[in-house]
């Protein structure tokens, strides 16, 4: 057995063992064979040398994060932690300062973070129209709109238009509080809350005044040709086939589109089909429009989020082949 001891001088131990050794906590159970102590502003590990190297390795690139951005959040340092392919370190590891889509309010960089987002910002810039496919946390939206507000200040488009369906999740419209702007406002909180994170509050709402940045209910689109415009349209699994189809048909000259949708969140009634299956079968190999499918890897919310989404997984998994047996 042998020791080493790796000193974390150059960061803020708090953020290198998380509130309560919550991310030690997860460096331990990624190395169950170490024995792994903190003391002040070291950590020292006890164990096999292969075990302390690859410990080492991980460690490293984590105190080169914090020494770069000073914070990392648990499901970073899991994620870092749990990728044993170079792709996934170097989306932490931010080595291309190329990569940053939009520079938020305080500096904040945000930049696609999974290879799957990659792919999404690469089939963005070769074509007009792209469909991001996946289950919720994976960063679809939130990458589309940082897409759309890198094109507007590069002054590649005049406007961004967020649209998505007012369809209801298990509530009720009517018994939410206000007008009708106040009844779907809730509706389009996520494209909201992305925006917030990208653009400064008074230059959002100088945006949002002069109609720049445009977020609307799907039923707002009819009628519309939406030219030099970068359009999103997200949760488009609640869409029929003659809204997507409506949607797509506003797209006028000089214009991009990103349509969102995770096909295992379907909330519309039972005796309606999403338009979202149909478009991507029938859409899928038009040159100029490409399709892209996130899963569980790209999940960038909180770290149990994945396995919540593995776990559904393979409930469903089960629960087809329970059916076929009857």
């Known amino acids: 057995m042998t020791e080493t001891i790796i000193n974390l001088e150059t960061v803020n131990p708090i953020e290198f063992f998380g509130v309560n050794n919550g991310k030690l906590d997860i460096l331990k159970k990624k190395f169950p ?36 951005n000073g914070h990392m959040s648990a499901n970073y340092f899991e994620q870092i932690l749990g990728g044993d392919d170079e792709r996934v370190i170097d989306n932490f590891m931010d080595r291309n300062p ?41 960063g679809k939206t939130y990458t589309a709109v940082a897409l ?47 925006l917030d994170d990208m653009i400064p509050a008074d230059k959002l709402g100088y945006y949002m005044s002069t109609r720049t940045i445009e977020i609307a209910p799907l039923a707002y689109m009819r009628g519309r040709t939406l030219d030099n415009a970068f359009i999103i349209l997200d ?23 990103i349509i969102t949708g995770d ?22 190999n038009i040159d100029g429009i ?19 989404i593995k776990a559904y997984n393979k409930d469903d998994v089960n629960e087809t082949e329970r059916k076929k047996s009857l």
């Open 33 to 68: 064979l170490l024995k792994i102590l903190s003391r002040g502003t070291q950590i020292k590990l006890s164990g096999a040398p292969e075990q302390i190297e690859g410990a080492k390795e991980k460690i490293d690139l984590i105190l080169r994060y914090l020494e770069r």
């Open 263 to 284: 096909p295992t969140q379907v909330d519309l009634p039972k005796n309606q089909q999403s338009g979202l299956f149909k478009a991507t079968r029938i859409l899928k």
């Open 290 to 308: 490409a399709y892209i499918e996130l899963d569980e890897e790209d999940v960038v919310r909180h770290r149990l989020v994945k396995s919540i």
């Open 148 to 194: 759309a507000v890198r094109a507007l200040k590069n002054k590649q488009v005049k406007k961004i238009i967020l649209t998505r369906p007012a369809v209801e999740a298990g509530e009720s419209l009517g018994f939410l509080p206000g007008d009708l702007k106040e009844k779907i406002d809730p509706y389009l909180r996520p494209l909201y809350d992305a």
């Open 235 to 257: 949760e488009a699994q609640n869409t029929n086939d003659l809204q997507i189809k409506m949607f797509l048909t506003r797209i006028g000259p000089n214009a991009k589109a």
């Open 98 to 138: 190329n990569d940053v889509l939009v520079f938020g309010p305080n500096g904040k960089t945000i930049r696609a973070r999974t290879a799957n987002q990659k792919k999404m910002v690469e089939a963005c810039d070769k074509n007009d129209i792209l469909f991001a496919i996946g289950p919720a946390g994976t």
